[in-house]
């Protein structure tokens, strides 16, 4: 079996996590996070009850640029609330949730296929 070093051009992966924030693209960024391949910026939401239109603002406004946004909903799986989800699906913009550590794990795959992807990642 062949083994290949993945790159991810300018792209800054989700090199990892840990309790209060997020290693991408070699630095530490404390707290929540969204997140595409061009930007990332702090997110207001600690929790799933938190993740709302407002907070994703900034993926609404993005969304010609993104295809699917992965929600870390923190140490496990929650649904995203109803209004947030409508928003964002009205946007053209799909919907994952699932625990952070699989959001991270996932947004990297998608990144590094070079899809159009954004995450949502709660802090846990």
Known sequence: MQM????????????SYAPGGFRVGGT?????LLLTAQWWEVW?????GEVSTESLGRI???ARDID???VGMGPEIAPVPAEARKALEAAGIGVEPM???SACR???VLLAEDRRVAAALIAM
Do not use: M
Request: proline letters at 12%.
């Open 60 to 62: 609404l406004r993005a």
């Open 106 to 108: 996932t947004y990297n």
């Open 28 to 32: 530490w960024r404390p707290g929540s």
């Open 68 to 70: 699917v946004l992965l």
């Open 4 to 15: 290949n070093e993945i790159t991810f051009a300018s792209a800054r992966p989700v090199d």
């Open 99 to 101: 625990s952070t550590p």
């Open 44 to 48: 207001a939401a600690a929790a799933p």
